[in-house]
């Protein structure tokens, strides 16, 4: 076959009938990847991927030097003091993963770090660089210190399938324990004295449902299944509180809570119910001396925090009521203090309540910007540790003084080549959407640009997981190329509250296509946008088929990354990775013809016609356990068969997961061939010439 040519997918006839309705699925047979045709039309695809974007071979490499050029390669994060160590991660220029390190505390006072010149008496916990040796994909799930800071336990993953392995380190020795456990889940928690680590197993659908107890030094043979959860919607989870009093196992679905906790002291003992589950209400707990702080959604559709006695968990007095204005995030209890993380007006936002003062609000620089809690891991501490960004400032680490309510900057990124952030300017928009909601959009353009600019238009959508306004240096190679970068917050995700998620689910899922369809187009009236380029992945990536399935038109080229594009197919086969779990997402077609007919209506594979499409590339991963690789090999193949327009390009990287390559440079490189796609998409030879504009 030609690499000039595209592959051509043979067509199997493959049947399902669900609800009295016939459909024929010719491209079913990709799903099987076992059978050697699958990986040789893969690898034809990325032949002709790499044939038909050839003349881009310059235009990648100039990106990633960019990118590589604008990075400060050896770099320090700011270090965090837990009991008597102050804890950070550095990165060396040529190496692709980043170092764990840590040094003996002495005060309060973070030591002063210099780039590449270690400081004396660090010990290295977990240097990714020799971990990952000769392998070309490195995913690390967990690392965590045990509370008397002699002991570590880290997990690794070689493949990308997200199944891990778990060891141990003794950290006074040096010495790599015998301890070793495979096919672990992410996370996992220590006992308060550090002899016992408890960790999530998954099942079959790659759902974490059993918790295990390990005991150091014992086989894992001989470990304790501690919890095992029946219902397939719900996933299971443990963790330390910060305080180090309690272990909190928390089942969850996407809709419904339950939470146990056992004395960290004692980790042979059963965990306690903190509430039976009920559907609907969702709850989190955290600990604060004689109490427990639950955030909850009980009669409180933007959540509330309540306060429960440690002894009768589940009685639960109201501190912060409910607002529909303002949706409670996450609360984290510290021995003087309670800090509340919120959304408001499609913006983050930090509440401190101190035990000995007036409940307030942290205030930010910028109208347009992003603040949480980051790195905090002390119980007892006059200060908070906070990450903010916006579209023009990089990610900057913020000690708040709780005493003297001040932010105290302790560092931003290092952003190299003579970056300013007065060279850009950041703007909020207001698109209307079919039935009147206004959809906010965050716009970020270097100043003095020409408008209309080609653009790239951001989205997700689903989860209730926002995509707020953030910095990114490979955006730069696009922005001083005279484009904008956009975000869509469209229904489905979070943004606005809990009520914009609900819009964008389930029999509502639709919002979520049509108000990306209006951002774009009111991009272009406003005036911002002339040739737009969508881009979005995962979840994204559905958005991504179905808004080019409503309007074409719109789009220059779209960008989906791997792509939940064979919705109704996956929602309806419930042996697969997380079908049953989605089903408070996207609805139950197996079981319910109203939402097997919602479904169809918009899934992207079943919804390809025969109009002009724009051109589309598709990146994906063989070993993605998430959003299967077949899903946007079958939906290109059906692109290609039956629309017009084009090209339909699939690259799949063969050796990754749903995050891709995991070292930075390889990172790099793929983000320099999407966004020099992107740039021969919208704005053709005039934008591939680089240099400021």
């Known amino acids: 076959m030609s690499s000039d040519k595209p592959p051509v997918a043979k067509k199997v006839q493959a049947e399902r009938t669900h609800h009295g309705d016939t459909v024929i699925d010719e491209y079913a047979w990709l799903a099987d990847k076992e059978d050697p045709d699958t990986v040789t039309y893969l690898e034809a695809e990325n032949t002709f991927t790499q044939a038909h974007t050839r003349h881009l071979a310059d235009l990648q490499e100039t990106v990633f030097q960019e990118i590589k050029g604008r990075t400060q390669e050896t770099d320090l994060s700011v270090p965090t003091r837990k009991g008597g160590w102050w804890y950070y991660s550095r990165t060396e220029e040529g190496k692709q993963y980043g170092i764990q390190c840590r040094v003996a505390a002495t005060g309060d006072t973070p030591p002063e770090l210099t780039p590449g010149v270690p400081l004396a008496g660090e010990q290295v916990l977990l240097d990714g660089n020799e971990l990952a ?3 070309p994909f490195l995913a690390v799930g967990t690392s965590s210190v045990s509370p008397d800071g002699r002991r570590l336990a880290y997990s690794t993953d070689f493949s990308g399938d997200e199944r891990f392995t778990l060891r141990f380190r003794d950290l006074e020795s040096d010495e790599l324990l015998a301890d070793e456990i495979s096919g672990v889940f992410y996370g996992g928690a220590w006992s308060a004295d550090g002899s016992a680590f408890f960790y999530m197993t998954i099942d079959e659908a790659w759902r974490p449902y059993r918790v295990h107890r390990h005991l150091i030094g014992t086989p894992a043979d001989e470990d304790v299944l501690v919890y095992e959860e029946t219902d397939e919607r719900f996933w299971v989870g443990v963790g330390l509180t910060r305080s180090e009093r309690y272990l909190v196992l928390s089942a969850g679905s996407k809709v419904t809570s339950e939470v146990r906790v056992l004395d ?5 003992g059963e965990f306690q119910v903190v509430r039976p589950r009920r559907t609907g209400i969702e709850y989190s707990v955290d600990h604060a001396g004689d109490r427990f702080l639950v955030l909850h959604n009980e009669d409180a559709r933007n959540f509330a925090l309540a306060t429960a006695p440690v002894d009768d968990p589940g009685t639960w007095t109201p501190l912060i009521e409910h607002r529909e204005d ?5 609360v984290d209890a510290f021995s003087d203090h309670v800090v509340v993380h919120f959304r408001r ?8 309540l101190a035990d000995d003062g007036e409940p307030h609000e942290i205030s930010f620089p910028e109208p347009i910007h992003t603040a949480g809690p980051a790195g905090n891991p002390e119980f007892h501490t006059g200060r908070l540790r906070l990450a903010y960004t916006s579209m023009v400032t990089p990610p900057s680490v913020y000690d708040y003084d709780l005493a003297a309510r001040e932010l105290i900057l302790l560092k931003q990124r290092t952003v190299l080549g003579g970056y300013d952030p007065g060279d850009y300017q950041q703007f909020r928009e207001w698109a209307v959407a079919e039935d009147g909601t206004r959809v906010p959009i965050s716009i970020v353009m270097r100043k003095g640009a020409r408008r209309p600019a080609p653009t790239v238009l951001y989205g997700y959508g689903s989860y209730e997981t926002s995509i707020d306004p953030s910095f990114s240096v490979p955006r730069l190679s696009l922005l001083d190329r005279g484009f904008v970068f956009a975000i869509a917050h469209v229904r489905g995700g979070g943004e606005m509250g809990r009520h914009w998620y609900e819009d ?21 009236a406003a005036g911002w946008s002339g040739e737009v380029v969508a881009r979005g992945g995962s979840a994204g990536g559905l958005l991504m088929g179905a808004a080019v399935n409503l309007a074409p038109e719109e789009f220059a080229g779209v960008v989906a990354e791997v792509p939940f594009v064979d919705a109704l197919n996956t929602i309806l086969d419930p042996s697969l990775p997380l079908t049953v779990i989605e089903w408070d997402e996207w609805g139950d077609p197996l079981h319910n013809p109203d939402v097997y007919a919602y479904m169809k209506s918009y899934t992207p594979y079943e919804n390809i016609d025969d109009r002009a499409y724009p051109p589309i590339l598709a990146i994906t991963s063989l070993n993605d356990t998430r959003v299967l690789y077949h899903e946007p090999a079958k939906w290109i193949a059906r692109l290609r068969a039956v629309a017009k327009g084009g ?11 749903h995050g891709g390559r995991s070292g930075r440079y390889d990172a790099w490189r793929e983000e320099a061939f999407t966004l020099s796609w992107i740039l021969d998409r919208a704005a053709g030879e005039a934008a591939t010439q680089g240099g400021k504009v």
């Open 326 to 330: 303002t949706r409670l995030l996450d």
């Open 647 to 657: 090209p339909f390009l699939l690259k799949t990287e063969m050796g990754a997961g």
């Open 345 to 352: 007006d499609g913006l983050t936002g930090i509440r401190v």
């Open 264 to 268: 960290a002291e004692f980790p042979t």
């Open 504 to 524: 964008g689910k389930l029999t509502s899922k639709k919002n979520t296509f049509t108000d990306f369809v209006a951002a774009a187009r009111h991009m272009k």
């Open 133 to 135: 040796g000769d392998s």
